[in-house]
C-alpha cells in the first residue's frame, strides 16, 4: 500500500527516558512533518523537512530532535521525557514544489501514542 | 497571521439529515483552506481543499464546502449524514510563509445517530 507508516502505534514509557519514533512514506514526496495532537485534540505542527532540509522548525524543546536520512524517512527523538510529552504524534508528507506551495495536501500517518508515565 | 475558527465543538445529526460544520478563517491575503477528517484511532485524510480557483468545492464522500470571502467562512456541508460520517473534522488554512505550514482548528467532533 500507498502510504505514511509510522512505529509504534503506541509507546508508554517513563520519565526521563529518551524514545524513538519512525516514519516512512512511499509516496515519493519531498517533504515530510511531525505533528503533535494534545489530549483536546488540538493538532500543532513541530517540524518539517524538504528533501532532508529542515525547513521549519516551530517552538520545540530541543529534546525533540527530527532526524531525515533520506527523503523518505523522518524519525523522531525524543530526550529526557516529560509527562507533557503525552499526546499523539503525526507524521505527514507533502509534494511540495517551488519555494511557495500552499496548497498540497498532507498525507497522515496513523499517529503514535505517547503516554508518558 | 492566518488562523481558523469552528464554531461548534460538537455537532449530533440524524442519520439522512444534513450535516453542517462551519469554520471562519482570518488571513490578510487569499487563503488556500482545507477540511480533513480524523475517525478514531486513524489519521487525518483529507475531505476538500479551496485554492483560489472555484468558491463552489466538491470534496470525498459527498461533502463540499463554500469559500465565502466577504463571511471570511469555509462552512463544511453534507446534504444526507451516513453513520459512518462520524468523526472529528478539522478546518485548515494553509499559512502563508511558503513551506505549506498548516494550521488547524480546533476540531468539531460529529455524531451520527440511527
Known amino acids: 500500500d500507498t502510504a505514511v507508516s509510522q512505529t509504534p502505534k503506541y509507546l508508554v514509557t517513563q520519565m526521563g527516558n529518551d524514545k524513538s519514533i519512525k516514519c516512512e512514506q512511499n509516496l515519493g514526496h519531498d517533504t515530510m512533518y511531525w505533528y503533535k495532537q494534545d489530549s483536546k485534540k488540538f493538532l500543532k505542527i513541530m517540524f518539517s523537512?524538504?528533501?532532508?532540509?529542515?525547513?521549519i522548525n516551530e517552538t520545540v524543546p530541543n529534546r525533540f530532535s527530527p532526524k531525515s536520512p533520506d527523503k523518505a524517512h523522518l524519525n523522531l527523538h525524543i530526550n529526557s521525557l516529560e509527562l507533557g510529552d503525552s499526546a499523539v504524534y503525526f507524521c505527514a508528507s507533502s509534494q511540495v514544489t517551488g519555494t511557495a506551495n500552499y496548497n498540497s495536501p498532507l498525507h497522515f500517518g496513523n499517529g503514535t501514542r505517547l503516554t508518558v508515565t | 497571521a492566518q488562523s481558523v475558527t469552528q464554531l461548534d465543538s460538537h455537532v449530533s445529526v440524524s442519520e439522512g439529515t444534513p450535516v453542517l460544520l462551519r469554520c471562519n478563517y482570518s488571513s490578510s491575503y487569499s487563503p488556500s483552506l482545507f477540511w480533513y477528517v480524523q475517525h478514531p484511532n486513524k489519521g487525518l485524510q483529507l475531505l476538500l481543499k479551496y485554492t483560489s480557483a472555484a468558491t463552489l468545492v466538491k470534496g470525498i464522500n459527498g461533502f463540499e464546502a463554500e469559500f465565502k470571502k466577504s463571511e471570511t467562512s469555509f462552512h463544511l456541508t453534507k446534504p444526507s449524514a451516513h453513520m459512518s460520517d462520524a468523526a472529528e473534522y478539522f478546518c485548515?488554512?494553509?499559512?502563508?510563509?511558503?513551506?505549506?505550514?498548516?494550521?488547524f482548528g480546533a476540531g468539531t467532533r460529529l455524531a451520527v445517530h440511527p
Open positions: 523537512y524538504n528533501n532532508k532540509e529542515l525547513i
Open positions: 485548515v488554512v494553509s499559512d502563508s510563509d511558503g513551506y505549506n505550514k498548516l494550521i
